[in-house]
């Protein structure tokens, strides 16, 4: 039985939050501190090789704690021709994310490193799926062994991976010789780099990547949390994972239709499946699929994605179970054993078969986030009618700002979207498979290309529809601003001919000789006064009307 990690303590630490301080911090936060502190990209790491940060910068590429983990050792060896693959072999020296090294204690580190969830799905060739699951490494280990020796004799083996681990990585990458680049794609989440990130994800050229044996989907799963201390805990709860994982806050509350305080996460997330090119003599396929833990605070919104298969018949009794919906794991695991005969012998002509149901469960939640997405641009557009909604919510200016996130977003989802169609989807060389049964998804995935474009056109045009009104807002307000100045000037045009006759008259000293000099005054003044007003307002409603 796996130990309870201990808590740590933090000034920011909630006592009714039971998780490692590893769990809140992520790279680039302000609790993180300095992320370089395990080194940036111009200088070597600072993790030594049981994982602890020692201040030497060149290390020896073998050492005792690594002896007995062949995988690592390869690792290591590749960090000067390959140096991006030193992120990985760090990855695995500390158990997690390299840049949470200094907040995790050796309890910590030992449950991260023994971290298995595994389920083999054997596919043999009476069309019967058999599941087999592993919750530590050493039966992983046996398994591994024993599958082997009877691996001619099915269809395809896939072991279905939740999260990743130092042991699972060692003991799959070490026993089918695994390309690094398969785990290392998987560890991270960035959407871009700062110029000194260790964790740069260089792009593959097209003529190296579509020779490789495996493939990588990165999509978003969209979340609902009734609070701010939920939405917390589930960011707490993804920086609990091996794999760098991020909830990121939506921020588009809307009065009188949301819960106060609830709000939507973005999850990003990703899969990943490598497949064993087969040696010559060899029968069966055998795949590695990789997926990313799931967040069990909140909820998918408005239930989670549609069923992928029809409602039986009311004459289908007793009705068949759908997916259990508590995990992408079990999901992936319950889509992929439905497979029909046919697609179960097909696999051996195309192995990608074996990814195509979680290909299309990452389909399903992307036409989630485009009808949430819909959702909120539609409500943006209300809060710009309704006056009413805008005084409530902030000002124009708020909901400018909401929308600058969704034009933030939108060329990133398009991107990912793009990134399955053209790697994914449209790949016609996938170790040498005659066949391309994913291209089946070629439509839905085109269609999700053409809501995000129209969504990211829409956004713009919103965009410029609150910049006018704020600039005619802008101009009303300028107006009244120069009706007032009117007013002021007119007061002081009333004063000026009075103080210049004033003025002139004042000349004379002699109190008692003022009489004639009032009547003269006000004989005038008050004409000249009359005149100077009569051609200033007429100035005034000639500016206007050229104005308007």
Known sequence: MKS?????????????LDLPLSSYILPHTPEAGDPYYIGDVYESSRIGQSGELIEERFLPLKSPASA?????????????GWPHISYLADFMKVTTAPSKQKFLNDQDRREKAERTKVAMLTFEPNAVVRRDDFSNISNLSVAL???LIKHNDVHARLFVVEDLSRDVIEALGARFDVDPLF????????MWHNTRDPWVELPDLDIMSRNRSFLHVRYVQTRYFRSEDSLGRAKWEAGGFNVLRRVD????????????KSDIGLVRSRTSLWIRPNKPGEKGVLGILLVDPTISEGFPIWGGYRNLVDCPSMAVLPVPKGPPRISTFEDVIHYTSALTPEEITSIAKDARLLFKKTLMIVCAEWYTL????????????????????QSKNGGLQITINKLH???RRFPIFRTLVLEVLEKVIERDSFISSPENHVRDLQRDFKILLSNIEDLQLRADRIMAVVTAVMSIEESKKAFEQNRSLARLTWLAITFAPLSFITSL?????????????????????????????????FANVGLEIRWK
């Open 405 to 407: 996130s969704w034009r």
């Open 4 to 16: 309870k990690p201990s808590r740590s303590k933090h000034p920011l630490w909630e006592p009714n």
């Open 505 to 537: 008259f004042s000349m004379n000293s002699d109190l008692s000789t003022l009489g004639a000099t009032f009547r003269i005054f006000f004989a005038v003044a008050l004409p000249l006064t009359a005149i100077v007003l009569f051609l200033t307002r």
């Open 145 to 147: 062994k024993e599958s």
């Open 370 to 389: 485009v009808k949430y997405a819909t959702t909120r641009l539609t409500q943006l557009e209300w809060e710009i009618e309704n006056p009413d909604l």
């Open 249 to 260: 806050k939506d921020g588009n509350w809307v009065p009188n239709v949301d819960i106060p």
């Open 183 to 190: 785990f290392r794609g998987h560890i991270s989440d960035y």
């Open 68 to 80: 007995s983990r062949p995988y690592m050792r390869y690792l290591e060896s590749l960090a000067q």
